[in-house]
């Protein structure tokens, strides 16, 4: 059997098991999409956000790219962004990296990898911005992750800059944005304290409307 007939295999088995479980279990799903979260995560194959949460099908909004970037020139990620908080309403946005991150770690290097660079050039700026603090880290691996977690500050602040966010809040449209990481080793989440729900809580120079 092919990588690809088995997708198609284990497919089968699973919305017979899930029909088994539950009779109504896709109607449901085909009638209702009510998240209340919008997960803006990487796109390592090892961070599956509904388990990692515990959450169904249907109750998490998610956009996942290389190393968890919100850039205000990403015409994807903001269609995202838009529908969640604007049709679907969600009240919260989690943008969520991880230790380990092979993007983080890439972007630390002088290697050139084609196309890919210029998206990785986003994290190189979070680095040049906070060099002094990861220069004084000698673990190499240690300093991937603190630049992961910098990484999810510079993108939960881009997340609050968009003009999505700022008109939610000027019309009183209750939404919180996030800043999580996850830690391959163990499987939790940590919560690195960030959330903003509000224009003033981000600088004067990126507010809109105020």
């Known amino acids: 059997m092919t990588t690809i007939e088995a997708c198609f ?18 109607k449901r799903l085909e009638n209702l999409q009510e998240p209340d979260m919008l997960w803006i995560g990487c796109s390592d194959s090892r961070l599956p956000p509904n388990e990692i949460i515990g959450k169904a099908p249907g109750e998490v909004f998610v ?8 850039e205000h020139t990403d ?14 309403k969600v009240k919260h946005v989690v943008v969520v990296g991880h230790y380990g991150c092979g993007g983080v770690r890439a972007a630390m290097q002088a290697k050139p990898l084609g196309l ?3 998206w990785l050039r ?20 240690a300093r991937v992750d603190r630049l992961a977690e910098l990484n999810v500050e510079a993108q939960v602040a881009n997340v609050c800059h968009t003009t999505i966010l700022q008109d ?9 944005v996030h800043g999580w990481i996850y830690a391959l080793a163990d499987g939790f989440l940590r919560d690195l304290g960030m959330n903003v729900e509000s224009a003033e809580q981000i600088p004067p120079e990126y507010r809109l409307f105020y």
Not at 11 to 24: G, T, V
Not at 63 to 70: G, P, T
Not at 122 to 141: K, T, Y
Not at 168 to 176: I, L, N, P, S
């Open 9 to 26: 295999a284990a497919n089968k088995r699973w919305a017979e098991e899930a029909i088994l479980k539950d009779p109504q279990y896709f």
């Open 63 to 70: 956009h996942r790219n290389v190393a968890n970037l919100v």
């Open 75 to 88: 015409v994807n990620c903001l269609s995202v962004l838009q529908y969640a908080v604007d049709v679907l």
């Open 116 to 118: 890919i660079d210029n």
């Open 122 to 141: 986003h994290i190189r700026d979070v680095h040049l911005w906070n060099r002094d603090e990861l220069a004084s880290i000698p673990d190499f691996n």
């Open 168 to 176: 939610a809040w000027r019309r009183g449209q209750k939404v919180a």
